[in-house]
Nanobody, 126 residues
Framework: QVQLVESGGGLVRAGGSLRLSCAAAGGAFSLYNMGWFRQAPGKEREFVAAISRSGRTTYYTGSVEGRFTISRDNAKNTVYLQMNTLKPEDTGIYYC???????????????????WGQGTQVTVSS
């Protein structure tokens, strides 16, 4: 069993920054590709970013490219999402997810992840 706990969400004005953290417990964190997803009110959950187990490969959805950075610290069993130049459309609940099936490249599809955190709320005011 892998437990994931997100933190760092909050209320910020447009143009501001937040850094989300996701601490993992149980399992073998350094072997797992990790992802961040978000769900806006009334919308489906969507992919935001993913990172390979080594941290060398990252993917982003187009709307956050150049503004968000995913990273990880395997010694601390933690994955991060640095969010800069935030926009109101970035508002939503942010979830981290673990793909424990130990494969090469990180995935961008929800169904490829088998453990999820409870989410942290990010609200960006205009």
């Amino acid at each position: 069993q892998v437990q994931l706990v997100e933190s760092g969400g909050g209320l910020v004005r447009a143009g501001g920054s937040l850094r989300l953290s996701c601490a993992a417990a149980g399992g073998a964190f350094s072997l797992y590709n990790m992802g961040w997803f978000r769900q806006a009110p009334g919308k489906e959950r969507e992919f935001v970013a993913a990172i390979s187990r080594s941290g060398r490969t990252t993917y982003y959805t187009g709307s956050v490219e150049g503004r968000f950075t995913i990273s990880r610290d395997n010694a601390k069993n933690t994955v991060y999402l640095q969010m800069n130049t935030l926009k109101p459309e970035d508002t939503g609940i942010y979830y981290c997810a673990a793909d424990t099936r130990i494969r090469g490249l990180p995935r961008q599809v929800m169904s490829e992840y088998d453990y999820w955190g409870q989410g942290t709320q990010v609200t960006v005011s205009s």
